[in-house]
């Protein structure tokens, strides 16, 4: 399905360009290896996957990585999709020169693919599907990536619009439970795309 972009209004555009900030200087810091805690260790895993369900709830999550479905209301997370990423189906319209030369930030309505400065980025598929999710990451690999603003913990950088800056603070027990919960969801096979780099971009450009 083709989808026109909507630009963001300027208040989060200030949000995303403080991400920016934020991720240019975490990224920085020496992070350590994710320890076991003692409140983890006397948690049992149905209350793990409670507490991550909280936090990824209150922590708005879905706001991009879950689909849409449009309503009266406006969009709300498809409840058949929850934190499956872009849907690999739905690819973006064409993007033309003014997208780039504009002081917008692009998204699509679902909010789960953005265009900026740094390219285009699509919110990844969180369930446990092992070819297209993070059903083949250890725990320590998911913590390892919030911590160090990282892929994988080591590989490319996490893309805005992603808060991982903010998210970082969150204790070793807050991400341990966040992950049994995402691991505790139906695994959804959806191959986001990969980001695309600002050069990439400039091709793409009728």
């Not at 209301?73 to 872009?86: A, E, F, I, K």
Request: net charge neutral; glycine share 6%; charged share 20%.
């Amino acid at each position: 399905m083709r989808r026109r972009l909507y630009a963001i209004s300027t208040m989060l555009i200030a949000s995303f360009a403080f991400y920016l900030f934020g991720c240019n200087s975490a990224s920085d810091e020496k992070k350590e290896e994710a320890t076991p805690t003692s409140e983890t260790k006397t948690m049992s895993k149905e209350d793990m996957i409670k507490k991550g369900d909280y936090i990824v709830t209150t922590g708005s999550c879905h706001d991009c990585h879950s689909p849409k479905v449009m309503t009266k209301m406006g969009p709300v997370p498809d409840s058949t999709r929850l934190l499956s990423g872009h849907p690999a189906a739905d690819p973006l319209p064409p993007l033309n020169k003014a997208d780039l030369s504009s002081p917008w930030i692009r998204l699509t309505p679902d909010l789960t693919a953005f265009v900026g400065p740094w390219g285009i980025s699509y919110a990844a598929n969180l369930t446990p599907d092992s070819a297209s999710g993070t059903g083949a990451w250890s725990e320590a690999q998911f913590i390892n990536t919030i911590r160090n603003g990282k892929h994988l913990g080591n590989g490319r950088d996490i893309l805005p619009p992603m808060p991982w800056p903010f998210v970082s603070k969150m204790t070793d027990d807050d991400l341990k439970a966040v992950f049994a919960y995402l691991q505790s969801l139906p695994p959804i096979s959806n191959r986001v795309p990969a980001p695309v780099s600002p050069p990439e971009l400039a091709k793409m450009v009728k």
